[in-house]
């Protein structure tokens, strides 16, 4: 096998991936939605809470085939570029937060937006959090020590959050000690108000068994690297998911599955779906050579944050650029989709359009050669 085949599965899943990212975070309307493309209330599981899990397990994938490089190059240019992928995909993911960073004054005319009102938090934050430590970790010490640290943190969260949370519900989403600890850091209004009160799903303590996801992911691409796709490295990767999916069953009966809380029993599913999943497609592209349909989401594989960003950036200019009296966003989900669709289906149709056109412009810079790093 040639490391272009090696790559090619993890080149899909990490596009499956932004793929469905897109789809889940782009409806036509936040209101109505297929109950799949949902995050769950609270306590629980659907397909889309598997997504960012899933986003940092391909990063830690990814991890698997630079880190040799680093080792050989040397603990300067380790720091060097650690450092600053790690301030670059935080920055990114404050500033889109902050963006399009004016809005309309009081008297009318346009003022730049707070920054004391900005969230400082995120998706793209955390990934650069949870890449930074594991970077460190995976750098410096053993495969056996990332694994006792994996242990520990999982442990170590489901400890905390029990013994300083609520006495009655340490697990509830203002009682939880996590809450707590990001409201006495950043302040009410630098945390996510998306569910009503300030609480931010990827707050500073539950980065912690976070970083768990990214170091399976790092240790899964690993045995891939050194194993390659055989039969039997594939089963071992399937038994492993297995397990890892029956301790995360076991451990919810006591410390619950919840994707906003990121509990350790959250963490233990999303890599174990995640590595049955790799294994799959290692088995279908790699085994059985099925790759006509793959080239899709190579697309988004290929130039993946660039395109998350494209698609964040993208939604909310088209929610604030007016179209007759609504947002294009609007007129697209409610005039046109809405015109032949119902509201739930036409929200879904958006989606997709949405997904589409993110597509077109990763396949133009594929086709050009473009690939953004940092």
Not at 152 to 170: K, R, S, T, V
Not at 237 to 251: D, K, R, S
Request: aromatic share 18%; with cysteine; proline share 4%.
């Amino acid at each position: 096998m040639t490391d272009n085949q090696r790559y090619l599965a993890l080149d899909v899943f990490r596009g499956m991936t932004v793929c469905f990212m897109i789809v889940v975070n782009s409806p036509g309307s936040w209101h109505i939605a297929y109950a799949p493309l949902l995050h769950a209330p609270w306590h629980g599981f659907t397909p889309t809470d598997l997504v960012f899990p899933s986003f940092l397990f391909a990063v830690g994938n990814a991890m698997a085939f630079v880190m040799p490089k680093y080792q050989s190059l040397g603990a300067d240019v380790f720091w060097k570029k650690t450092i600053k992928r790690t301030v670059i995909i935080f920055l990114l993911g404050y500033l889109m937060y902050w963006f399009p960073f004016f809005q309309t004054a009081e008297g009318g005319g346009l003022e730049l937006k707070p920054i004391a009102e900005t969230r400082i938090l995120g998706v793209l934050q955390r990934i650069a959090l949870c890449y930074f430590f594991a970077s460190i970790i995976l750098y410096y010490s053993s495969r056996n020590f990332a694994i006792w640290f994996s242990v520990f943190a999982l442990f170590g969260y489901w400890i905390i959050l029990y013994a300083f949370g609520d006495a009655n519900d340490p697990y509830s989403m203002l009682g939880n000690y996590g809450s707590k600890l990001d409201l006495l850091i950043f302040g009410e209004k630098h945390l996510y108000h998306g569910e009503g009160v300030a609480f931010d799903p990827e707050g500073l303590l539950s980065t912690l068994p976070a970083i768990v996801n990214v170091i399976v992911g790092y240790l899964v691409g690993d045995y891939i690297r050194k194993n390659k796709s055989s039969y039997e490295s594939i089963t071992k990767l399937l038994l492993t998911g297995a397990v890892l999916i029956f301790a995360a069953l076991v451990w919810d009966m006591f410390f619950p599955i919840n994707k906003k809380l990121w509990t350790s029993s959250f963490v233990l599913l999303t890599v174990g779906l995640g590595t049955v999943v790799l294994a799959a497609l290692m088995y279908v592209v790699d085994i059985k050579k099925s790759r006509r349909w793959t080239y899709f989401f190579e697309v988004f594989g290929r130039n993946p944050l660039f395109i998350y960003l494209l698609s964040e950036v993208g939604l909310i200019l088209l929610l604030i650029v007016p179209s007759r009296e609504h947002s294009i966003r609007t007129w697209l989900y409610e005039d046109f989709f809405g015109s032949f669709a119902s509201p739930i289906f036409a929200s879904f149709l958006f989606a997709v359009f949405f997904m589409l056109l993110c597509w077109g412009v990763g396949y133009l810079l594929d086709k050009k050669k473009i690939y953004v790093r940092v």
